[in-house]
T-cell receptor
């Protein structure tokens, strides 16, 4: 079975902190994605990567950056966390067709 | 940029009834996928329909695709309480096929 693992299920951080959300997949998938999910807004794509060291902005990249140094790991970085980045963050990986999602990280910025 | 838009936003039915959800999109697709999300969890892939297919079945799921209307529907027959979840469509565009974008989803509630 494909496994996509997000490093934390719940996270509480302070405003201004640098935050790293890690995602690891075990199936050698080329494409990886980071989304945030907020009530009434659905899933919004932050960044995606189609290969090592390759990245593309999604619909809401402001305030975020990403890193993909190895194929299996895709990191989302909040350079300076703000309260409006409190959200559920979902990572996914895909090759060709269906995507596999992690369990989500609920981030609260206080 | 929302590539797929689900309708209705919320649907509440009695157990045993059929549930139909719709998805509309704007540009030419390679395929269209449907996902389910249980509360507080990641999405799970349900079914994929290719642009040259009109209908596809998987268990109690039936998906149709009308490329002339740029729309798809997901039918869940004989609904169960366990089907309570949010359902999302993801049209995979011909241009930019690596990108996977979801809409707001349809929140389905099955009442016992």
């Amino acid at each position: 079975d494909v496994k996509v693992t997000q490093s934390s299920r719940y996270l509480v951080k302070r405003t201004g902190e640098k935050v790293f959300l890690e995602c690891v997949q075990d199936m050698d998938h080329e494409n990886m994605f980071w989304y945030r999910q907020d009530p009434g807004l659905g899933l919004r794509l932050i960044y995606f990567s189609y290969d090592v060291k390759m990245k593309e902005k999604g619909d809401i990249p402001e305030g975020y950056s990403v890193s993909r140094e190895k194929k299996e790991r895709f990191s989302l970085i909040l350079e300076s966390a703000s309260t409006n980045q409190t959200s559920m963050y979902l990572c996914a990986s895909r090759v060709n067709t269906e995507a596999f999602f992690g369990q989500g990280t609920r981030l609260t910025v206080v | 940029s929302q590539q797929g838009e689900e309708d209705p936003q919320a649907l509440s039915i009695q157990e045993g009834e059929n549930a139909t959800m719709n998805c509309s999109y704007k540009t030419s697709i390679n395929n269209l996928q449907w996902y389910r999300q249980n509360s507080g969890r990641g999405l799970v892939h349900l079914i994929l329909i290719r642009s040259n297919e009109r209908e596809k079945h998987s268990g109690r799921l039936r998906v149709t695709l009308d490329t002339s209307k740029k729309s798809s529907s997901l039918l869940i027959t004989a609904s169960r309480a366990a089907d309570t979840a949010s359902y999302f469509c993801a049209p995979v565009l011909i241009q930019g096929a690596q990108k996977l974008v979801f809409g707001q989803g349809t929140r389905l509630t099955i009442n016992p």
